[in-house]
């Protein structure tokens, strides 16, 4: 069962919430974040929360500003005015993927991004929040990767390039995401193949738009 620390936040798209002891985790954090007596983590799973922003409003970044927004206005309600937000505002100060395996949610896999065991691929971390609060700290309790039980393991025969497996092949994956005419270009046919958490996959419109600012990420790259 998923922890929540505010109910109205899940109809907002942020059905993943947890809480952490700020001076408990040795991971990558500012400095900052130990003047603080929690961690709060908020993450999408599903489509939910594509489904409340407007993706079209011309703004850079739309969901990174809806999901701060939402959190802002959260921490408003609770009369909480001690915090500092540390991701998105920051994108290299903060190890997700070590607070996702603190907070049970997250299992790496052989497509190089966390699986989750009720979302599969298709979560992501939103807003990470230092902040003088005191939730109940997430109990989690200790669980396997859906990876270990699945035996025909399709995302690895679905990679047209071998990149998915034991070690992913970042490499592999950009060259041929950037090539011209590549079926990967807007889509991982990889992780649609997965099975886990099928009912909560993206649709097209939204895969689309995650892959298509990756690939401009990787053509400006190349440019430089």
């Not at 908020?42 to 970044?61: E, R, V």
């Amino acid at each position: 069962m998923i922890q929540l620390i505010d109910l109205s936040l899940v109809e907002k798209g942020f059905s993943l919430q947890g809480v952490l002891d700020a001076s408990a985790v040795d991971t990558l954090l500012p400095e900052s974040a130990r003047d603080y007596a929690q961690l709060l983590v908020f993450g999408h799973g599903g489509k939910k929360l594509w489904q409340s922003i407007d993706t079209h409003s011309g703004k850079a970044n739309p969901i990174d500003d809806y999901s701060v927004a939402c959190i802002r206005d959260f921490l408003a309600r609770i009369n909480c005015d001690q915090y500092d937000i540390l991701y998105p505002t920051n994108v290299f100060s903060v190890d997700l993927r070590l607070l996702g395996r603190r907070l049970g949610w997250h299992h790496d896999s052989p497509l190089g991004i966390g699986i989750n065991k009720i979302y599969g691929t298709w979560f992501a971390y939103r807003v990470v929040v230092a902040a003088n609060t005191k939730f109940e700290v997430t109990k989690t309790q200790p669980s396997g990767s859906p990876c270990v039980d699945c035996a025909e393991k399709p995302c690895i025969t679905h990679c047209p390039v071998d990149a998915v497996g034991d070690e992913f092949n970042l490499q592999a994956c950009i060259g041929e995401r950037a090539r011209q005419g590549s079926a990967c270009a807007y889509q991982c046919l990889a992780r649609q193949a997965c099975p886990v958490g099928v009912v909560h996959r993206y649709d097209s419109e939204q895969i689309r738009y995650h892959y298509g600012r990756s690939l401009e990420s990787i053509r400006v790259r190349q440019i430089v």
